[in-house]
Nanobody, 126 residues
């Protein structure tokens, strides 16, 4: 069983930066693909981006490409989401998730993820 805890959310203005962190309870997460999803009020959960099992590959949604960066530190059991040039439409609850799928890439569907954090709120004012 893997427990994930997100931190770093908050209220910022458009154009600001924010860094979210996902801390895992076990080093096993180093062998899992980890992704960030977000869900805004009244909208479906959407894939933001993720990093592959071996950390060699990343994948991002078109809406955040060039602004968001995902990195992992296996020694600390953390996966971070650096968000730059934030926009009001980035406002959502952000959750990290870990996938046990034994693939080289990054799954983008929520159903492929077995472990989820509780989420952290990010609010971007205009």
């Amino acid at each position: 069983q893997v427990q994930l805890v997100e931190s770093g959310g908050g209220l910022v203005q458009a154009g600001d930066s924010l860094r979210l962190s996902c801390a895992a309870s076990t080093r096993t997460v180093g062998t899992y693909a980890v992704a960030w999803f977000r869900q805004a009020p009244g909208k479906e959960r959407e894939f933001v981006g993720g990093i592959s099992r071996n950390g060699g590959g990343t994948s991002y949604a078109d809406s955040v490409k060039g602004r968001f960066t995902i990195s992992r530190d296996n020694a600390k059991n953390t996966v971070d989401l650096q968000m730059n040039n934030l926009k009001p439409e980035d406002t959502a609850v952000y959750s990290c998730a870990a996938s046990r799928l034994l693939i080289a890439g990054v799954p983008s569907y929520a159903l492929h993820y077995s472990y989820w954090g509780q989420g952290t709120q990010v609010t971007v004012s205009s």
